[in-house]
């Protein structure tokens, strides 16, 4: 994402991490492990603050953290060197190893059932499991209400383009002029038969011995039989002037008919197809209105688009904290004494579920490039001794802001540690200076066998003419 300062970047990166905190728990399943990480502390610490001043507390049952001395919405991930100073400003990893522990956890427990049953008062002497169920489905609750709203939306927009495609300017005005064309159909299909059935009837009331031998009978007594049938049909049916022959007339009768008929089902259809037309856009008027009454049945789309993320929106992420919270109390509760005692084990069977626990409590977990790829390690034993290891594709997102500071280089690493990122930043500031050579970049290259001799090639894209080189400009503009 590409702009300049005050084009609503952080507001992104807040819906991005507010978005998939939400989604995860509908989901039921592990919370998303997010990180933005940036090239200083004074960065990625303005993340932290964002989420402070942006994520408001909200007032009300649900405003708030319900566990104890949880304030922040993100967990700094300090150097070694400022863990001590981080401390006395941030929650860090040591407040969430403080956590970990029997007695907070049981005043957290206290705690968070106290409040839950003032959210809950029908439900007071629910479980945690138990108001952590109602969460979720108050939290689906609120995302039925927004789709309804963007579905009935949808259908109102698609019935009223359908209306105006088909119908014009003047729905009314056409399905009028369709009833009247069908009127004037079945009209001329009633005369039609009519004189089917005039002709019918002559030709049945004569002797039967005309009809036998009619084709002994003079021209004089044909032409008498034709004058009677198109006396007996009348005005009914032109074009019968000059025809003598009754099988001629009995054609072109049947024909007219045959042909009226047709046109008659097929204005039929059109009305048909219009009266529908108008039903169904007033129907999904009816549905549009009565979904935005969740939203206060305002008329102007941006006044409901405001209102929901003021109400739906706005509460889904204290509902999202709080059930995440309470996924926590279980996850904790449901083997206490191991993770008590496990706060300086680093294999990868202790670390990534500690990652998923502290997730339950943060949104999102903030460090420096310089810093994340020791912060997501594990050991493993090799060889008769512990090795180091890296927890690849780990991060569900990697936020990167002020992208544009950021070295290719010194962010690579973090990249091979998530599944996708979020690049943030401005192409227009000054680029940040690469402390790596050019010749030591060129054997970077030879090296991972990604150029074999000297030259580097050119790749020539949407945007402007790219080398895989590092030194050529930051991040944000390899990202572009």
């Known amino acids: 994402m590409n702009g300049p300062q005050g084009t609503g970047k952080t507001t992104m990166l807040l819906s991005a991490v507010a978005g998939l905190w939400v989604k995860a728990a509908l989901e039921g399943g592990d919370p998303p492990v997010i990180v933005a990480a940036s090239s200083n502390n004074q960065a990625v610490t303005n993340i932290i603050d964002a989420f402070g001043k942006d994520f408001a507390a909200g007032d009300g049952v649900f405003a708030g953290r319900w566990l104890p001395g949880i304030k922040s919405f993100g967990m700094f991930l300090p150097s070694h060197s400022r863990r001590m100073e981080a401390a006395q400003r941030y929650q860090t990893e040591a407040f969430q190893a ?28 629910e479980d945690v499991a138990g108001f952590v169920g109602r969460l979720r489905d108050r939290m689906t609750a609120e995302v039925d209400k927004l789709r309804l709203i963007d579905k009935t939306l949808d259908r109102r927009r698609t019935c009223a383009e359908t209306l105006l495609s088909e119908l014009g300017e003047d729905p009314e005005e056409e399905e009028t002029r369709r009833a009247e064309a069908v009127d004037a159909s079945q009209e001329a299909a009633d005369r039609l038969a009519a004189a089917r059935e005039a002709l019918d009837h002559y030709l049945a009331s004569e002797s ?25 049909i009348g005005d009914r049916v032109g074009g019968l002037r000059d025809i003598t022959r009754i099988q001629d007339i009995e054609a072109r009768v049947s024909d007219a008919l045959r042909q009226e008929q047709k046109t008659l089902a097929s204005a039929k259809q059109q009305l048909a197809r219009a009266v529908a037309l108008t039903q169904q856009a007033a129907a999904s008027e009816l549905a549009w209105r009565k979904a935005a009454e969740a939203f206060g049945s305002s008329d102007d789309l941006e006044v409901l688009e405001r209102q929901a993320d003021l109400g739906s929106r706005f509460d889904l992420f204290p509902l999202a904290t709080h059930y995440w919270e309470g996924r926590w109390l279980m996850a904790m509760e449901a083997d206490l004494n191991a993770i008590t005692t496990s ?37 493993r034993f090799q060889g008769g001794k512990f090795a180091t290891d890296s927890l690849y594709n780990f991060i569900d997102l990697l936020i990167v802001d002020e992208a544009g500071q950021v070295l290719p280089e010194v962010a690579g690493v973090s990249f091979a540690l998530a599944k996708r990122a979020l690049v943030i930043g401005d192409t227009q500031q000054i680029e940040p200076i690469s402390a790596v050579p050019g010749p030591v970049d060129i054997g970077n290259l030879k090296d991972s066998e990604l150029i074999a001799g000297e030259e580097v090639p050119v790749y020539r894209g949407p945007h402007l003419d790219d080398e895989i080189k590092t030194i050529h400009d930051g991040l944000m503009r390899r990202a572009k």
């Not at 956590?99 to 029908?122: H, I, N, Q, T």
């Not at 009978?217 to 198109?230: C, E, F, I, N, T």
């Open 343 to 379: 706060h300086e084990k680093t294999g990868r069977k202790a670390v990534e579920p500690r990652w998923q626990r502290r997730m339950m409590l943060t949104p999102c977990a903030v460090a420096t490039f310089a810093s994340l790829p020791g912060k997501l390690s594990c050991s």
């Open 208 to 232: 039967w011995v005309v009809g036998v031998f009619g084709f002994l009978s003079s021209v004089k007594r044909k032409r008498k039989r034709a004058l009677r049938a198109k006396l007996a």
């Open 98 to 125: 403080e956590c970990e522990s029997v007695s907070y956890v049981e005043r957290a427990r206290a705690a968070w059932l106290d409040a839950a049953g003032k959210a809950f008062p029908e439900a007071k002497d």
